[in-house]
């Protein structure tokens, strides 16, 4: 199989799913709980460099206890999704954008640089191979989960691996919001840091994600639904909510505004969130990255000067926030509803992504 100039091998899976047992959990996908017939795996030596792609059947690996990635967390991953287009074909959204935010991960972690063409190829070899597993209704998707682990065996910790495994798996993915697009309760973590200048913050690497599960469980214990990490520094500059990008609407209307937290080094480069960036633009708001204070996010609320806030990513796409809570304060963002600005820029991507809408910056790609 050949795709984007490059070679995959296949090695069909001897017992896929039935047609009737797919259509059974396509009609009820939920989230990351099913997969594919087939992965992508391709390995890496120091002495070889990339080997032959290959699409093999979807199963277990087999790791040496002392492999490298279970001790010292070599790990990046990426999460991007394929869409139904109008015309029946399907259509990834910007993989050259998560194919580069992977090497940048990679390199943060000292980890072997997968070529943009091998992570593309990747993509378009697995939907080439399991296309009857991307849903058929707009709201739905198949979601890409490419990810990177060290596989060298052995204890030393003096070096990084000599060896990595690229695998590429995919889930098919419902709605996000099954009853509706419903705003979100956060919590202001201030006893916690996601991320500090010169850490890993930027990178997508397990590690990120284990030393935030304390901090999202405090804040669920606070009966909120999302942490909102803080600078490290201060505690006082917003700059993340969860796995997701932060963007504050200044104003109302054709002539509102729209922030997002500058990147420093310690927030994830969103992809949805520099797309929201030209988007806004399209439809005529002024779009910037900027700083923002839980002081100014507080008084912006209670003035009316910030009249929606919300976050994104690849998952949900957009989330509204509908209310905001602290050790010492709480307060409504807006009337507590999700702001008209906020479901503009959301149907207006989602109408990209699934072909309603043409796409004039390039950004979906055929597989």
Request: with cysteine; hydrophobic share 40%.
């Amino acid at each position: 199989m050949s795709t984007s100039g490059v070679t995959f091998s296949v090695e069909r899976n001897p017992s896929p799913l039935s047609d009737d047992a797919r259509a059974a959990i396509l009609a009820a996908p939920g989230f990351g709980r099913y997969f594919t017939d087939h992965m992508v795996r391709i390995d890496w030596t120091a002495e070889d460099g990339w080997g032959q792609g290959r699409v093999v059947p979807y199963g277990p690996l087999s790791l040496d206890p002392a492999t490298s990635a279970l001790h010292y967390g070599q790990e990046i991953f990426e999460g991007l999704k394929a869409y139904r287009q109008a015309d029946g074909s399907i259509a990834t959204f910007r993989p050259d954008a998560n194919a580069r935010r992977f090497q940048r991960s990679a390199r943060r972690l000292a980890m072997a640089e997968l070529p943009e063409e091998l992570f593309v190829g990747s993509l378009q070899a697995l939907a080439d191979i399991d296309q009857g597993w991307v849903p058929n209704d707009p709201a739905e998707s198949l979601y890409f989960r490419p990810f990177m682990i060290a596989t060298e065996v052995g204890l030393g910790v003096n070096k990084p691996s000599s060896s990595y495994t690229y695998l590429l798996i995919a889930s098919p993915a419902g709605a996000y919001f099954t009853s509706g697009v419903k705003p979100v309760k956060v919590w202001l973590s201030t006893e916690y840091t996601r991320a500090a200048p010169g850490g890993t913050g930027e990178a997508k690497c397990a590690g990120n994600y284990a030393a935030a599960f304390v901090a999202q469980a405090h804040a669920t214990a606070q009966g909120c639904d999302q942490v909102v990490w803080l600078d490290a520094a201060e505690h006082r500059w917003v700059e993340e909510m969860g796995g997701m990008n932060l963007y504050f609407v200044h104003g109302s209307g054709p002539s509102a505004r729209i922030v997002t937290p500058a990147l420093t080094g310690t927030l994830l480069p969103g992809v949805t969130r520099d797309s929201l960036l030209t988007l806004a633009g399209d439809l005529g708001h002024v779009a910037e990255e900027g700083k923002i204070s839980t002081d100014e996010w507080r008084e912006g609320n209670a003035s009316g000067a910030i009249t929606e806030v919300f976050a994104c990513g690849t998952a949900a796409v957009i989330t509204p926030v509908g209310s905001v809570k602290s050790a010492n304060d709480s307060w409504t963002v807006g009337d507590g509803a999700p702001g008209p600005v906020t479901m503009q820029l959301r149907e207006k991507l989602l109408a990209l992504q699934t072909g309603q809408e043409p796409d004039p910056h390039g950004w979906m790609l055929k597989l």
